[in-house]
């Protein structure tokens, strides 16, 4: 939410210091200047990436409200669950819970534990997952910073145009102050879309897409535990190290459990 509130807070400024100035807010509109400017930075955005891709860019804007967080809290408890049933019932048993998980990435390696993959082949085979991820998840970003590149170009593109219109009425000199005006305009919509939105959105998806990267590191070391059959306690000892928000206080009074488990592990 403070995403949205950054940009509502930026285009505010802007048209503030507009009106501040004296000028009417109709000097900043121009349909002529959004259509060269957002039409030609999405049209560039679309011939280097692609529809699939420039799609992909579009939905994740929907990540600013609700970002596909892994909750590791919950993860560890739900993980000591696993391991319990597994070693109550078998590792079979974990077949009836994949149906329930939400989280592709963990149902994969939910799968890979019933299948009996061998431990040592768990990290390897996850970590490629995780990175086949981490690259689609990179996607948006990389769309929007492009975008970002291109706006501003375009807009200096459309500022020309506006003149060259101008220049064609040389015989109207009454019209030529506010002709050049509206020109300006597509510069300011291109500089402003790149440093307002493209730009920010863009940093902020890949910065997201890197979170969710280093949530995943600790699902995976989450597997592997699961698949060397370790006890739930001992897995959600190992795990919480991972936890930067754990309470101090928690966190000394576990560490004499975190070296027995080190030990018993």
């Given at each position: 939410m403070t995403n949205l509130l950054g940009l509502l807070c930026g285009f505010l400024v802007i048209i503030g210091g507009a009106l501040s100035d004296g000028d009417p807010l109709s000097s900043l509109v121009s349909a002529t200047a959004v259509i060269i400017v957002i039409g030609g930075s999405f049209a560039a955005m679309l011939t280097q990436f692609g529809l699939g891709h420039l799609l992909s860019g579009l939905k994740g804007v929907v990540w600013l409200l609700k970002p596909p967080r892994?909750?590791?809290?919950?993860?560890?408890?739900?993980?000591?669950?696993?391991s319990s049933l597994a070693?109550?019932?078998?590792?079979l048993a974990l077949e009836g819970v994949i149906p329930n998980v939400t989280d592709h990435f963990q149902a994969q390696g939910l799968?890979?534990?019933?299948?009996?993959?061998?431990?040592?082949?768990?990290?390897?085979?996850?970590?490629a997952l995780a990175e086949e991820t981490e690259r689609h998840q990179a996607i948006p970003g990389e769309v929007w910073e492009a975008g970002g590149g291109y706006s501003?170009?375009?807009?200096?593109?459309g500022a020309v145009l506006g003149l060259i219109h101008v220049m064609m009425?040389?015989?109207?000199?009454?019209?030529?102050?506010?002709?050049?005006?509206?020109?300006f305009v597509a510069t300011i919509?291109?500089?402003g879309a790149a440093n307002l939105v493209f730009l920010p959105l863009g940093t902020r998806l890949k910065n997201l897409a890197k979170e969710l990267s280093r949530e995943r590191e600790v699902v995976i070391q989450g597997f592997v535990l699961l698949a060397e059959g370790k006890p739930?306690?001992?897995?959600k000892q190992n795990l919480q190290t991972f936890l930067h928000d754990k309470p101090k206080a928690a966190a000394a009074a576990d560490e004499p459990a975190g070296e027995t488990a080190g030990q018993a592990a």
């Amino acid at each position: 939410m403070t995403n949205l509130l950054g940009l509502l807070c930026g285009f505010l400024v802007i048209i503030g210091g507009a009106l501040s100035d004296g000028d009417p807010l109709s000097s900043l509109v121009s349909a002529t200047a959004v259509i060269i400017v957002i039409g030609g930075s999405f049209a560039a955005m679309l011939t280097q990436f692609g529809l699939g891709h420039l799609l992909s860019g579009l939905k994740g804007v929907v990540w600013l409200l609700k970002p596909p967080r892994t909750d590791l809290h919950d993860f560890i408890e739900q993980i000591a669950e696993w391991s319990s049933l597994a070693r109550s019932q078998g590792t079979l048993a974990l077949e009836g819970v994949i149906p329930n998980v939400t989280d592709h990435f963990q149902a994969q390696g939910l799968q890979m534990i019933v299948d009996n993959t061998p431990p040592e082949e768990m990290p390897g085979r996850l970590s490629a997952l995780a990175e086949e991820t981490e690259r689609h998840q990179a996607i948006p970003g990389e769309v929007w910073e492009a975008g970002g590149g291109y706006s501003p170009t375009i807009g200096v593109m459309g500022a020309v145009l506006g003149l060259i219109h101008v220049m064609m009425r040389l015989d109207h000199p009454e019209e030529l102050g506010e002709g050049i005006a509206t020109a300006f305009v597509a510069t300011i919509y291109g500089v402003g879309a790149a440093n307002l939105v493209f730009l920010p959105l863009g940093t902020r998806l890949k910065n997201l897409a890197k979170e969710l990267s280093r949530e995943r590191e600790v699902v995976i070391q989450g597997f592997v535990l699961l698949a060397e059959g370790k006890p739930g306690l001992v897995i959600k000892q190992n795990l919480q190290t991972f936890l930067h928000d754990k309470p101090k206080a928690a966190a000394a009074a576990d560490e004499p459990a975190g070296e027995t488990a080190g030990q018993a592990a």
